[in-house]
């Protein structure tokens, strides 16, 4: 069975690093694009960045030059590396496949993981 897992959540001070890590594990071929999201409490789940197959970024203007997204196809893992975090990016961090292709020829899509949780304190 195909799961998504986020790791690297918990607390840290403002202005300090954190760095997600998902990992893909399964009977995996290949995982397209992927993306983090985040949600905080009341809110709707907000895109934070995405990377595609071929290593292509984008991130939502709030965390720009703060996240890093980063793949190891390899791997099958995501990397989220958060720089000089704020108290406003206190949430539960996602993570989302597009579709994932496994090695049984399924075709698996919108896949997420159980989140993780971020708390920056001030």
């Known amino acids: 069975q195909v799961q998504l897992v986020e790791s690297g959540g918990g607390l840290v001070q403002a202005g300090g690093s954190r760095r997600l890590s998902c990992a893909a594990s399964g009977d995996i071929f290949e995982i397209h694009d992927v993306a983090w999201y985040r949600q905080r409490p009341g809110e709707q789940r907000e895109l934070v960045a995405t990377?595609?197959?071929?290593?292509?970024?984008n991130y939502a203007d709030s965390v720009k030059g703060r996240f890093t997204i980063s793949r190891d196809n390899a791997k099958n893992s995501v990397l989220l590396q958060m720089n000089s975090l704020e108290p406003e990016d206190t949430a539960v961090y996602y993570c989302h496949a597009d579709r994932i292709l496994t090695l049984g020829g399924l075709t698996l899509d919108d896949y997420w993981g159980q989140g993780t949780q971020v708390t920056v304190s001030s």
């Open positions: 990377i595609t197959i071929d290593g292509v970024t």
